[in-house]
């Protein structure tokens, strides 16, 4: 499994407008196919950050995702929205502790 942080920093004012976009597409984000958690963070200190929390299958279900038409419209729309480029990473999970 894949485990993908996106940090992205908002203009304060379009914080509203990436959060109408978020909810209106959350729903077909996580039906991607490989897609099989999504959240979304607020940052404790900067209410203006937020980070997607995303578990995918694979790099393969991940890039598909990025490849999609889905993708070629919200990844655009929330770009215009930054304040400062976004920070991205993926992880493997190694260890869960119950």
Same mark, same amino acid.
């Given at each position: 499994m894949l485990i993908r942080v996106v940090r992205m920093t908002f203009?304060?004012?379009q914080v509203p407008a990436f959060l109408n976009l978020?909810?209106?597409?959350?729903?077909?984000?996580r039906q991607q196919?490989?897609?099989r958690?999504? =959240?979304? *963070?607020q940052d404790a200190a900067s209410p203006n950050v937020y980070c997607t929390y995303?578990?995918?299958?694979?790099?393969? %279900?991940?890039?598909?995702?990025?490849k999609s038409e889905l993708f070629g =419209?919200? *990844?655009?729309?929330t770009k215009k929205?930054?304040?400062?480029?976004?920070v991205a990473f993926?992880?493997?999970?190694? %260890?869960?502790?119950?």
């Open positions: 203009a304060p004012e978020f909810h209106a597409t959350k729903h077909r984000i196919p490989g897609c958690h999504l =959240e979304l *963070w995303s578990h995918w299958e694979d790099e393969a %279900a991940l890039n598909g995702y990025r =419209e919200v *990844w655009p729309a929205l930054f304040a400062a480029p976004p993926s992880s493997e999970s190694v %260890a869960v502790v119950e």
